[in-house]
Every structure is written in structure tokens, then in C-alpha cells.
Nanobody
Framework: QVQLVESGGGLVQAGGSLRLSCAAS????????MSWYRQAPGKQRELVAS???????IYADSVKGRFTVSRDNTKNTVFLQMNSLKPEDTAVYYC????????????????WGQGTQVTVSS
């Protein structure tokens, strides 16, 4: 089973920045295709950004131009750089991996991290 760990959340003032990280715990696991989601209190979970296996990046309209998804293959980590944060960005952010590999073993599924809280104050 793939266990994902997110980090980097916190409290920031509007206009500030945060960088979220997502990696698999334990053995070396390369994330091929993944997405970042967020869920604000009382709202449904929504897609924020996706990173495909061929490095295409897809963003929700609400974060275009402010958020950037990227990967560091040397660290087997995926990042979400969030700039110009707004109070409406406040939510728990989740890493969702749909494809990855560990050595010669391929993983395909719907793996979720535990989430990391992002709070943007006005």
C-alpha cells in the first residue's frame, strides 16, 4: 500500500506564499501522475492542480497564475507552490496519486494523503 505524506501547510497572511510537499513514506516511490485537492469547511473537495506522467500541468481557474505544481525526481517529491494566497484558499489540501512506481513495481489506484491545513488570514 502507498502511504502519502503531505507537509508545508500553515497560517499565512493574504498575499503570502506557502509550498506544500507530497511524498510517499517508507520505500522509494516515484510519483508519476497526481493531483492536489482541497476541501474547505462545509464545501466539497475540489481539484486544485494536476501533474501528469508526461509533466503536463492542469490548474483550476481559481488558482491559475498563482499556484504551480512541480516535481523533484531526485527526491521523489511533488510540490504545490502557492503564491498570492487569498482567504478563500483556506482549506485542507490533499495529495492524490493515481500512478507511481517503486523499483519495477507499478502502482495504479487512488491514493490519498492525510491532508495539510492551509489557513490564509485577511
Amino acid at each position: 500500500q502507498v502511504q502519502l505524506v503531505e507537509s508545508g501547510g500553515g497560517l499565512v497572511q493574504a498575499g503570502g506564499s506557502l509550498r506544500l510537499s507530497c511524498a510517499a513514506s517508507g520505500s522509494v516511490f516515484k510519483i508519476d501522475a497526481m493531483s492536489w485537492y482541497r476541501q474547505a469547511p462545509g464545501k466539497q473537495r475540489e481539484l486544485v492542480a494536476s501533474l501528469t506522467a508526461d509533466d503536463r500541468k492542469i490548474y483550476a481557474d481559481s488558482v491559475k497564475g498563482r499556484f504551480t505544481v512541480s516535481r523533484d525526481n531526485t527526491k521523489n517529491t511533488v510540490f504545490l507552490q502557492m503564491n498570492s494566497l487569498k482567504p478563500e484558499d483556506t482549506a485542507v489540501y490533499y495529495c492524490n496519486v493515481v500512478r507511481g512506481r517503486s523499483g519495477v513495481t507499478l502502482y495504479s489506484g487512488n491514493f490519498w494523503g492525510q491532508g495539510t491545513q492551509v489557513t490564509v488570514s485577511s
